[in-house]
């Protein structure tokens, strides 16, 4: 049955491929982003695949926009089924080298816009007793690298957020579902529109995801938020677990080794945008896609990912594997 999906951060990025996802299953889907050409192509795919779009223009850290943009997509399309946060902006930049006001401005729309929007949709969901809100973390929710100071903060104050809001939830008994889903690098225009002060052209740190990737496993996510968390890709997995068993050995390396694979090694264009303060693809910009300029590097399928999605069947043969070969051998003897 069709449902109704909003995803924030849907102009670009892994929003923008989130909303194709749940497109091609006919759901409506309602785009929320500042820049209104990638909200407008976003629409347009949408439509394609089959599903029904609704084009709300939103700045997520205003939290009386976020309201009323709530207000209109249960006017328009319907109560709201699955609520995904994904909107996001940042800084590269050491951190003596980003200005209070940067600080504060990605807080708010990367920290605060999730909350916001969280407050928002789940007062109606409460109120029915239903509904699905995904997080889209990143490893760096639980792991700090240089020159993403402001993002890791955002992140990891999500993280604390969200595991906040489901134990409430439990202790309610509400069949309202949160869940998070902790990301790897991924190929995504932020690395050509975020505000940088880095000499050369940022990067993801490899290996690096297409953004079909992740969108699959916010669609998975959504489809089944019993789960607190996931994680994507094997390098996310390697990432949290030195972090929980090795940390400070892992500060070091990062601090040898997080400047320069950050960067490309090719000099930042000096016309870059920036979209701190306002939308890259805005009324004199452009569409930018769902995909950074890494295509030629990005890996389009994980391994990992489909294990954890079918880890519980996978367990249950590998059990009864290993009943049957008990049987086996207690025949033998």
């Not at 949408?46 to 599903?51: F, N």
């Not at 943009?69 to 089924?81: H, I, K, Q, T």
């Not at 916001?116 to 700090?144: F, H, N």
Request: glycine share 10%; with cysteine.
């Amino acid at each position: 049955m069709p449902r109704v999906v909003a995803v924030t951060g849907a102009s670009g990025g892994i929003g923008r491929a989130t909303a194709r996802e749940f497109a091609r299953r006919g759901d409506s889907v309602a785009l929320l982003a500042r820049g209104e050409r990638g909200l407008e192509a976003a629409a347009e795919e949408v439509r394609g695949l089959g599903g029904r779009a609704l084009v709300v223009p939103t700045d997520v850290a205003d939290p009386d926009a976020v309201e009323a943009a709530v207000e209109r997509v249960e006017a328009e399309l319907g109560p709201v089924d699955v609520w995904v946060n994904v909107a996001f902006t940042s800084v590269f930049a050491r951190v003596d080298d980003i200005r209070p006001e940067e600080f504060r401005r990605v807080t708010e729309v990367s920290y605060l816009g999730y909350v916001y929007a969280t407050m928002s949709v789940l007062r109606r969901m409460k109120e029915r007793d239903r509904g699905t809100i995904v997080q889209v973390g990143s490893a760096l929710a639980y792991r700090g690298i240089p020159l993403q100071s402001a993002y890791c903060g955002a992140k990891h104050a999500i993280q604390g957020f969200h595991e906040s809001l489901r134990t409430e939830l439990l202790h309610e008994g509400s069949r309202v579902r949160v869940t998070m889903v902790q990301m790897p690098a991924v190929n995504t225009p932020q690395f050509s529109w975020v505000l940088s002060r880095l000499p050369d052209h940022a990067q993801p740190v490899p290996p690096i995801y297409q953004p079909e990737v992740a969108a699959r496993a916010v669609l998975f996510a959504a489809d089944h938020p019993r789960r607190r968390e996931y994680w994507v890709g094997a390098s996310t997995v390697g990432t949290l677990a030195a972090n929980a068993l090795v940390p400070g050995l892992l500060d070091r390396y990062l601090g040898r080794t997080g400047f320069s694979s950050q960067q490309t090694g090719d000099p930042r264009p000096a016309d870059q945008p920036a979209n701190l303060w306002e939308p890259a693809d805005g009324p004199d910009g452009r569409d930018f896609g769902a995909h950074g300029v890494f295509d030629g590097r990005a890996h389009a399928h994980s391994p990992q990912q489909w294990v954890a999605h079918h880890y519980p069947a996978l367990a249950a043969a590998g059990g009864a594997l290993l009943a049957a070969g008990a049987v086996v051998a207690g025949r033998r003897r």
